[in-house]
């Protein structure tokens, strides 16, 4: 990661990072000659639906698997999921483990930024909380 992209990630947040995700998934989406594209999107979505494996079990698999691949993208849109399905802070770090003892020490410096979001995350969710 390069400097740069350090100092975006510590001003990113929660709420920029959905933006742009969803700017730039409707470009994709949007544009001539996609099938491909279209088709792994509706995979992707078709994936994480309940059937023998839950949703919140799915997730976590997917937050391991995009730690592992060392994807920040992914490991963000995994870590917003698991904090929908109620995932804890106990649990994510059980996740974590599993994503290091795979991945290795490699997977460390994610880890570090998958902590830091899911303390955005949960920063959010507490500031929606006491605005109720």
């Known amino acids: 990661m390069t400097i740069q992209e350090r100092k975006y990630m ?5 709420k920029s990072f959905n933006d742009y995700r969803s700017k730039m998934n409707e470009k994709l989406l949007a544009a001539p000659n996609n099938k491909v594209i279209k088709r792994i999107f509706n995979v992707d979505t078709n994936a994480y639906m309940a059937g023998a494996l839950d949703v919140k079990t799915k997730e ?27 995932v804890s802070t106990e649990e994510l770090l059980e996740v974590f483990g599993i994503a290091n003892l795979v991945g290795c020490t490699i997977v460390i410096p994610h880890t570090r930024r998958a902590m830091e979001f899911w303390e955005k995350l949960e920063k959010e969710k507490s500031g929606k909380t006491e605005g109720k």
């Open 10 to 14: 510590k001003s990113e947040t929660v």
């Open 60 to 86: 976590m698999l997917g937050l391991v698997a995009s730690m592992v691949l060392k994807c920040d993208d992914c490991i963000y849109y995994h870590l917003e999921k698991c904090r929908e399905q109620g």
